[in-house]
């Protein structure tokens, strides 16, 4: 059985850097092409996206992690079941940019790590 929707104030999506500019350029982000194929775009709340960087960016740099209002997404976002059964956001459509409300260069630190922005004060969770 999912559990609740998390009450985190945002919510999280990794992109390859050069994507991330591309949107800047275009006025809007469609996602990645993993995303594409998906029919939705990936998001994490804040006690999920360390391990989804583990899981699916494992090992990749120059990266950018958005850190998006869901209030500003409407209806487009829904949370859904996923990874063993925990509850993820999935914005059905494209991310409108005055949604993002900054974002981070996501490096590779030790061990190949992904070195999040300390003042956000992630932890490892679902």
């Not at 591309?22 to 775009?41: K, L, M, N, V």
């Not at 869901?70 to 079941?81: F, H, S, V």
Request: proline share 6%; glycine share 12%.
């Amino acid at each position: 059985m999912p559990t609740a929707i998390p009450e985190d104030a945002a919510i999280y999506h990794i992109c390859r850097a050069d994507e991330w500019r591309a949107a800047q350029s275009e006025g809007r982000y469609g996602g990645s092409s993993q995303d594409a194929a998906d029919g939705f775009i990936h998001f994490s709340g804040a006690g999920q996206v360390v391990k989804s960087a583990a899981k699916h960016r494992a090992g990749q740099d120059d990266l950018v992690l958005l850190r998006v209002d869901p209030d500003r997404l409407g209806p487009a976002l829904k949370w859904e079941a996923s990874r063993g059964g925990k509850l993820f956001p999935h914005l059905y459509g494209d991310l409108p940019l005055t949604a993002v409300i900054a974002a981070y260069d996501l490096s590779l630190g030790a061990g190949g790590r992904h070195r999040f922005p300390p003042e956000l004060n992630l932890v490892e969770g679902d």
